[in-house]
């Protein structure tokens, strides 16, 4: 591995899970004494589920936090299948915060690609006349290398949008890109499992799959030791 990456392996994922709060909260910490908000892109899957409801617990000062999304299916916010339902089930429901805080992807739009360009024009107005940058990204990492809805074969490195929609057998999506992931502050990548943490070592120098476009300057990896 790079000797840029920032690496925590831990034996368990109780371990893992409390070294991510106690970056999550140095870091806030630090923007709430600049007098600045934090924006935190949180990512889908079930993976996260344990994190989230740990986090949901723990004393920061959620107040301070802006909550994005990395992808989103172009489903009902009401679906199973919503990375926004599983956020607010797991975690963003057990906050005192409010809706202004909240950045969702808009899944009533008439059409993917209007979900995909509503999206990145609400990011926009949040960085106005700033640049755009989030603090953290929160990535998990699909079994085929995927990040967010960034899959091999689709890495498409050289768009310059912010968001992008994508079109799968399963569902249609909308991701943030990978020059929009790469802009982040911090990269948090979540790899609670063995296996997961395996698939990552062996892909992350792999230019098939999307995880080894990451920055490697920004990554800060939450890995399963095995």
Known sequence: MAKNYKIIKKNSQKQLIDNFIREFHKINRIKEKKGERLSFVLTGGKSPIKLYRSLSKSKTNWENVDFFWGDERY?????????????????LNNLKINKKQLFSVNTVKPNLISSSKDYEKKIKKYFFRKKLKFDIILLGLGEDGHIASIFPGEIDKNNINVTKSVIRDDFERI??????????????????TKKISRIFYDSFN???????YINKRKIFVFSMLY
Not at 175 to 192: G, V
Not at 206 to 212: A, D, I
């Open 206 to 212: 792999n230019k098939k799959k999307p995880v080894s």
């Open 75 to 91: 489903v009902s916010k009401n679906s199973q299948h919503s990375n926004y339902k599983l956020a607010k089930k797991n975690i």
């Open 175 to 192: 991701s943030l890109t990978l020059k929009t992931i790469n802009n982040a502050k911090k990269i948090f990548l979540w790899l609670p």
